[in-house]
């Protein structure tokens, strides 16, 4: 497709649960995060891919989230243990870097809400 | 660390009324500008943007923002509003000297609702 793509939209699991999370982003887009959203709340950053390696990991919240792109496209978060502050919904960008600065501007999915029971 | 906030987290307004949404960002450094906006059931999509030139930046739909950095704000405005831009509009800062890379910060957002 033409945009970022997030599966699955919803997800219930239950307390103590793993959560795979998937984001197919924009073909040709090098750049991709992950960003979480809780109610109310803004987007929050998590962490960024450049090719296949996380290139700024400092938004995850502890050792249980983990996120992979191994082959520079489709990118996974996983939640290991989860815990009812897990719930929100998680967003995935991509952007094209067209020059040594970048534009900023990011596409973003849909997202995968996660309620944790 | 930047930061950005958006003091009003919800802004009723009657349909062709003028609006502005507010924002005031912080940062040690210099920045790029941007608003989101979040339609019903949809993803987040660019609005406009501030990277260089002319202070004051305009969307296609009609909105417009001005960056003031001496009061480190980027307020977005529109002189009359529509239905259709009923949404959740979220303001962003990124840092210039990211080597290649934005690490982009949201405000927690503030919906709009124009009310026929």
């Known amino acids: 497709g033409a945009g970022v793509s997030q599966t699955p939209s919803n997800k219930v699991t239950e307390k103590g649960k793993y959560v795979e999370l998937r984001c197919d982003p924009i073909?040709?887009?090098?750049?991709l995060y992950w960003y979480r959203q809780s109610l109310g709340q803004g987007p929050e950053f998590l962490i960024y891919?450049?090719?296949?390696?996380?290139?700024?990991d400092s938004g995850l919240p502890n050792d249980r989230f983990f996120a992979v792109r191994p082959e520079g496209s489709v990118s996974t978060l996983k939640i290991q243990r989860t815990e009812r502050g897990d719930s929100a919904v998680y967003l995935c960008?991509?952007?094209?870097?067209?020059?040594?600065?970048?534009?900023?501007?990011?596409?973003f999915g849909e997202g995968s809400r996660l309620t944790v029971l | 660390a930047q930061s950005v906030t958006q003091l009003d987290s919800q802004v009723p307004v009657f349909e062709e009324a003028p609006v502005e949404l507010r924002c005031n960002y912080s940062?040690?450094?210099?920045?790029?500008l941007f608003w989101y906006v979040q339609y019903p059931n949809q993803g987040l999509q660019l609005l406009l943007k501030?990277?260089?030139?002319?202070?004051l930046v305009e969307s296609i739909n009609g909105f417009e923002a001005e960056f003031n950095k001496s009061q480190t704000s980027f307020h977005l405005r529109k002189p009359s509003v529509h239905i259709s831009d009923t949404a959740e509009y979220f303001c962003?800062?990124?840092?210039?000297?990211?080597?290649?890379?934005?690490?982009?910060?949201f405000g927690t957002g503030t919906k709009l609702q124009v009310i026929p």
């Open positions: 960008a991509s952007s094209p870097l067209r020059d040594s600065l970048g534009t900023g501007e990011l596409f």
């Open positions: 962003a800062v990124s840092d210039r000297n990211s080597g290649g890379y934005q690490k982009v910060t």
């Open positions: 891919f450049q090719g296949t390696g996380a290139a700024d």
């Open positions: 940062s040690s450094v210099s920045v790029y």
């Open positions: 501030y990277l260089s030139g002319s202070t």
């Open positions: 073909s040709g887009h090098t750049a």
